[in-house]
Nanobody, 119 residues
Framework: QVQLVESGGGLVETGGSLRLSCAASGSTFSGYSMVWFRQTPGKDREFVGSITWTAGITSYADSVRGRFTISRDNAKNTVSLQMNSLKPEDTAVYYC????????????WGQGTQVTVSS
């Protein structure tokens, strides 16, 4: 059974940093990208960034590029999202997901973790 469990969310001031982690279990995830999304009430879920599990190729949304960094530790089966220079508009529930390469819809989702950036 595949499980994705996020952790590391919380409250931070504008300009601060947070590091989210996603612990993945139940699969090898080769052939997958690990993707971070975020969602605020009343809005569609938004792509934040992704990393391919095997090659470590990253991709970012324009809104976070240069501030957020995604990394993975294959030995520990974890993916991290380092968020720097946080802004109030980064406030959202952040989700980790696993998506097969070439497929737009993730197969698996975590439960989400709240990030709140105070102004």
């Amino acid at each position: 059974q595949v499980q994705l469990v996020e952790s590391g969310g919380g409250l931070v001031e504008t300009g601060g940093s947070l590091r989210l982690s996603c612990a993945a279990s139940g699969s090898t995830f080769s052939g997958y990208s690990m993707v971070w999304f975020r969602q605020t009430p009343g809005k569609d879920r938004e792509f934040v960034g992704s990393i391919t599990w095997t090659a470590g190729i990253t991709s970012y949304a324009d809104s976070v590029r240069g501030r957020f960094t995604i990394s993975r530790d294959n030995a520990k089966n974890t993916v991290s999202l380092q968020m720097n220079s946080l802004k109030p508009e980064d406030t959202a529930v952040y989700y980790c997901a696993a998506r097969r390469l070439g497929v737009p819809t993730p197969d698996y989702w975590g439960q989400g973790t709240q990030v709140t950036v105070s102004s």
